[in-house]
């Protein structure tokens, strides 16, 4: 049998139901559970996991929320732990945190996705408690995505296959994306589900049917919203009958132990491992969308269910791409670009803080959404609309810019004013600058005016705590401490350690490094301290004085006695500023190249030129640093 997700040897949640009964699950089962679901695999259901070494996985911990990677998964000794925020323990006891699970329930789950029948030892001490209700809740909601599922093939569900064959979904997607029927009868979920020993209490909590008695959902198309781990958490239902008695087109399932809208994303169990591997995630509005992107090969797509998309989502998803930093990853939204797009968009950007990956924005210029486009156009439409993807920050500028009349003065003015606080709040620094160019562009105002004005407003809306959103300082939570022993960040240690030890071997402009080039943010902040500060009498007291945090503080003092492998001279420290140099070029070429690829040469033939243009130049001096290396 295959195995699946958690690294065990039978489908997750079976629906197997274990007794209740007064003792202890036998010790040996519980050795054999810990065994038998390696507990890197049973990680990955909930988090993207890149390699720490030695064994050893890291990623962003489940648990608390941050943005450099504390959480420590080693699966030779069974045992996962958080340097953030302390949370450790095994297999168990992860399952245990992640799902809100009791011991015995979180055994219990892991031995149903195993396939291990659990002994119970009686030792004569009744707990005095059934079964965990959250297991009863999703084993119903199990059973309840079977039955209708089988229903959707019923004459009564003719209706519903019209629908769906009316936006191009087939048997074959429908069985796909496991959709479902609600009879209308109102009763035969509940009497279905009661013959397989469901009591009315049970499918009251998992929100399957009334308080009188009556199914939750009839007359309604089903959509399964399960949880990264394939878990049934509830349903969504539209409405395909015109004299169906609830109006709203689709309803949900209610807030359960189990299912809350504002915690699930639809799709998430389809995207999960496709986010992970390719750093991106797409968010569509509805649940067709999800399947239209899905079916076009945009692996990516999920879609909230019932609310808007919120800072809880956002937690999930940062968990998944597992980035840390903006460099890689990003969230992409689907919005239409009318008014009501373009005020969701900016609810987006507001929150964009709850993201280190990049976020855009992906607009259809004839309004239709990737379900619509996918059924007119076909699926390289849809993949061709997440390709045109725009910084989300750039979409929101040009609503604003819209809004005024940028022929008269006070119209660029105004519009200037508005944009200034949208390029304040930006998070990426190192963007701000084109950002800057860009809006004089789109303005025809001076480059320095704009400028002077971002400035101002920065400086009249301070970022939460009371300091300047404009400040350069790096804050404590953005600099984390540098593995000293991380082989990718020795070239940047020894060079910062040549800099403060021997800082005369280096020219005025410290052999033109820039702190873009310490891809560590800590070496980054150590590097602005040292740029800005002269060499000389009192030195290393300037540069402890001008510290912006103690983590900087304690960072220089410790490259400041590191020992080097050598006593430096000129062409020493050159050396080491020259590969910096040759890596940074390395970035700067293979994102070129990147765009170079994604840029159609017939439709854009001066920005394809110009692009290609910097490439060679920047490949020459590529050549010239190697050269200069060798000789």
Request: aromatic share 8%.
């Amino acid at each position: 049998m295959p195995r699946n997700a958690a690294g065990c040897d039978r489908p997750a949640w079976t629906g197997t139901t274990l007794p209740a009964m007064a003792g202890r699950i036998n010790d040996e089962d519980i050795a054999l559970v810990r065994e038998r679901c390696r507990i890197d695999d049973v990680v990955r259901d909930y988090v993207a996991l890149r390699s720490a070494g030695g064994g050893s996985w890291k990623g962003l911990c489940p648990f608390h929320d941050e943005k450099t990677p504390s959480f420590t998964v080693t699966p030779s000794r069974g045992f996962f732990y958080c340097f953030g925020c302390g949370e450790g323990g095994d297999v168990i006891t992860f399952l245990q945190r992640q799902q809100n699970l009791s011991f015995t329930e979180a055994v219990q789950t892991l031995a149903d996705r195993a396939g291990i029948t659990l002994r119970i030892t009686d030792d004569g001490q009744d707990p005095g408690q059934p079964p965990g209700q959250r297991k009863r809740i999703l084993e119903a909601n199990t059973a309840a995505q079977e039955f209708f599922a089988a229903q959707l093939a019923s004459p009564e569900a003719m209706t519903a296959r019209e629908f769906l064959d009316r936006r191009g979904f087939d048997r074959v997607v429908a069985e796909q994306f496991v959709l479902g029927y609600a009879p209308r009868g109102g009763h035969a979920l509940r009497q279905t589900l009661r013959s397989q020993g469901f009591d009315d209490a049970t499918l009251r909590a998992a929100g399957l049917i009334r308080d009188g008695g009556r199914d939750f959902f009839v007359g309604r198309l089903l959509w399964p919203i399960r949880d990264s781990a394939s878990a049934v958490l509830g349903f969504g239902a539209r409405r395909i009958f015109d004299d169906d008695r609830l109006p709203a087109k689709y309803i949900n399932t209610p807030e359960t132990p189990v299912y809350k809208k504002s915690h699930v994303l639809y799709g998430l169990d389809l995207a999960r491992r496709a986010i992970g591997r390719r750093s991106q995630a797409v968010v569509v509005e509805g649940y067709t969308d999800v399947m239209a992107a899905h079916l076009s090969g945009v692996d990516t797509a999920v879609a909230s269910c019932g609310t808007a998309f919120g800072e809880d989502h956002a937690r999930m998803l940062q968990r998944l791409l597992g980035t840390h930093d903006g460099l890689h990853g990003e969230v992409v939204f689907t919005f239409d670009g009318d008014a009501a797009g373009q005020k969701a968009a900016l609810k987006v950007f507001q929150g964009d803080r709850n993201f280190i990956s990049q976020t855009y924005v992906a607009v259809e210029p004839s309004g239709l959404d990737p379900c619509d486009l996918w059924l007119r156009d076909g699926e390289a439409a849809v993949r061709e609309l997440i390709g045109r993807r725009i910084p989300i920050y750039r979409f929101v500028m040009s609503n604003v810019l819209k809004k005024y009349d940028l022929e008269r003065a006070d119209g660029r003015l105004g519009a200037l004013r508005e944009a200034a606080g949208l390029l304040g709040a930006i998070r990426d620094r190192s963007m701000v600058g084109g950002y800057l160019r860009e809006l004089s562009d789109m303005l025809g105002m001076d480059l320095e005016d704009v400028r002077h004005e971002v400035a101002n407003r920065s400086r009249q809306a301070p970022a939460s705590g009371g300091k300047d959103a404009s400040t350069t300082r790096p804050r404590k939570a953005d600099v984390d401490w540098p593995d000293p022993n991380d082989p990718a960040l020795r070239l940047e240690r020894d060079a910062l350690k040549l800099m403060l030890q021997y800082p005369f071997t280096f020219d005025e402009a410290w052999n033109s490094v820039q702190p873009e080039q310490f891809s560590h943010p800590g070496y980054a902040a150590v590097f602005r301290v040292i740029s800005v500060t002269e060499p000389g009498e009192g030195w290393a007291e300037e540069l402890r004085r001008r510290a912006p945090n103690e983590l900087v503080l304690q960072l220089l003092v410790m490259l400041m006695v590191e020992p080097l492998l050598r006593q430096a001279d000129e062409s020493y420290s050159l050396a080491h500023t020259n590969r910096l140099h040759l890596i940074s070029l390395s970035r700067q070429i293979s994102d070129l190249k990147s765009r170079l690829q994604r840029t159609d040469p017939l439709k854009e033939p001066e920005s394809h030129q110009s692009m290609f243009q910097e490439v060679t130049a920047l490949e020459l001096r590529r050549k010239q640093l190697l050269e200069q290396q060798l000789s």
